[in-house]
Nanobody
């Protein structure tokens, strides 16, 4: 399984970004996927997850601002991020939730104040 994230960048506070994660592997439609992030000097933390049935879970810090979704026909999971805050600055990682687990290379999101 290979995961390739895209869509990161620099945005002002209050702005929006949409992250994408394209996955290889024929079992994507039946696998849970997640977005995690890691800020400098901090541990990697859960942002959102989505099961193959479409059940969704968000970290409290992003509820009401971020939306996770998936397109099984494109083997892609998305993270729409609205009302971004400087504390959202981090490297965002896509995760294929196994076992075994697989991680993407990460995409940098920087929110300026």
């Amino acid at each position: 399984v290979q995961l390739v994230e895209s869509g990161g960048g620099l945005v002002q506070a209050g702005g929006s970004l949409r992250l994408s994660c394209a996955a290889s592997g024929s079992m994507f439609s039946f696998n849970a996927m997640g977005w995690y992030r890691q800020a400098p000097g901090k541990q990697r933390e859960l942002v959102a997850t989505i099961t193959w049935q479409g059940w969704i879970n968000y970290a409290d810090s992003v509820k009401g601002r971020f939306t996770i979704s998936r397109d099984n026909a494109k083997n892609t999971v998305y993270l729409q991020m609205n009302s971004l805050k400087p504390e959202d600055t981090a490297v965002y990682y896509c995760k294929w939730m196994g076992p075994p687990d697989y991680w993407g290379q990460g995409t940098q999101v920087t929110v300026s104040s």
